[in-house]
């Protein structure tokens, strides 16, 4: 069974940073690409970002490049999202995701989402 388990969420101000976490087994760590989405009230869920296991490649949503990073703590099967200057427009529920194919089709694996407000 597969368990994504998020956290860091939380309140902050405009520009500041949040740091999310996803740890998860070994086994899926090594055997998934894994990433983030992101679902605001009232709008579908979206992808933000997702690091390949294979090479460690990444990709980012649009609206995300060069504010947020993605990375893999090896040591500790965890996925990190990086988020700087943030916007009240990234207030949302992030997911933390895993599955394969950089995480584009259906995606098989979800946490349980962790909440990051962002007030102007």
């Known amino acids: 069974q597969v368990q994504l388990v998020e956290s860091g969420g939380g309140s902050v101000q405009a520009g500041e940073s949040l740091r999310l976490s996803c740890a998860t087994s070994v086994r899926t760590f090594s055997s998934y690409d894994m990433g983030w989405f992101r679902q605001a009230p009232g709008k579908e869920r979206e992808f933000v970002a997702v690091v390949t296991w294979s090479d460690g490649r990444t990709r980012y949503a649009e609206s995300v490049k060069g504010r947020f990073t993605i990375s893999r703590d090896n040591a500790r099967n965890m996925v990190l999202l990086q988020m700087n200057r943030l916007k009240p427009e990234d207030t949302a529920v992030y997911y933390c995701?895993?599955?394969?194919?950089?995480?584009?089709?259906?995606?098989?694996?979800w946490g349980q989402g962790t909440q990051v407000t962002v007030s102007s």
């Open positions: 995701a895993a599955g394969p194919y950089a995480l584009r089709g259906t995606v098989p694996y």
